[in-house]
Every structure is written in structure tokens, then in C-alpha cells.
């Protein structure tokens, strides 16, 4: 029969890992639609931070705090200014980016171009998409 994976296993890390990394893309295809969703209403054409988008009932409690499924998220907004638009900046970095406590492999970037973009896991946050690739590629 096949061992049996511990929770400090590295089979179990691996899974752990795997879904961990999963709920961070999926909170950031969240975090997305919500910046989407605020800048066409409340927002009236600014997008907003995880408090604002946690205000209007867009994001959950946990994910606003931050720390969600292993990873940190943050959004810097900027708001319209004069002719310049407003933009975002969503990152969801790993709590711990090595080793068998790694949290992922993975992190992540999205801007209001609506593309989720990926990198090497760290624990400090992707600041642009122009070294990785999206998600899916």
C-alpha cells in the first residue's frame, strides 16, 4: 500500500500549496470583477482599495483584512486625475514562498486591463506584469 501523507508531509505541502494557489487565483478573478464592478457604480470612475470593495459587499470580510488561503493580498488605487484615468494594482503575494511550508509557487497581479498575471512566489508583491505571463499560458 502507499504511505499515507502527513500533515507535515511533503506530499501533503504539495496539495496544500496546490490549493492554496488556487484560492489565490480565484480570489483575484474576485478581486477583478469586484474593481470592475465598483468603478462602475460607487466608484462613479475611481476603483477602489479591499476596505471600499469590502464596504459595498463585493469582497468578503477575510479577503479585505488581507490574508486569505495562504496568501497576502493588497490593491493600490489610484483615482482620476485631471485627464489621467484611474487605475489599479491587485497583488496576492505567498505568506511563505520556500520550502515545505511554502503557502505556493505562485504569485499574482491583475490591473483594470483585467489580466491576471503570474510570477515566482515571494513573499514581496509583483509590481508589474511585464516580466510573467498570464495565467493559462
Not at 471600499?52 to 486625475?81: M, P, R, W
Not at 499574482?108 to 515566482?120: N, P
Amino acid at each position: 500500500t502507499a504511505p499515507v501523507a502527513t500533515r507535515s508531509g511533503r506530499a501533503f505541502s504539495a496539495a496544500a500549496s496546490g490549493a492554496n494557489e488556487g484560492a489565490a487565483q480565484a480570489n483575484m478573478r474576485t478581486l477583478t470583477g469586484a474593481e470592475a464592478t465598483y468603478q462602475a457604480t460607487t466608484g462613479a470612475g475611481n476603483f477602489g482599495d479591499l476596505s471600499e470593495l469590502n464596504s459595498v459587499g463585493l469582497v468578503d470580510i477575510v479577503l479585505a483584512g488581507g490574508n486569505k488561503s495562504g496568501y497576502e493580498f493588497f490593491v493600490e488605487e489610484t483615482d482620476i486625475n485631471g485627464t489621467t484615468p484611474a487605475s489599479y494594482l491587485s497583488t496576492a503575494s505567498t505568506l511563505v514562498d520556500s520550502g515545505i511550508t511554502a503557502t505556493g509557487t505562485r504569485n499574482f497581479l491583475s490591473s483594470e486591463a483585467g489580466v491576471i498575471y503570474w510570477g515566482a512566489a515571494s513573499t514581496t508583491a509583483m509590481t508589474t506584469s511585464s516580466t510573467s505571463a498570464p495565467i493559462g499560458q
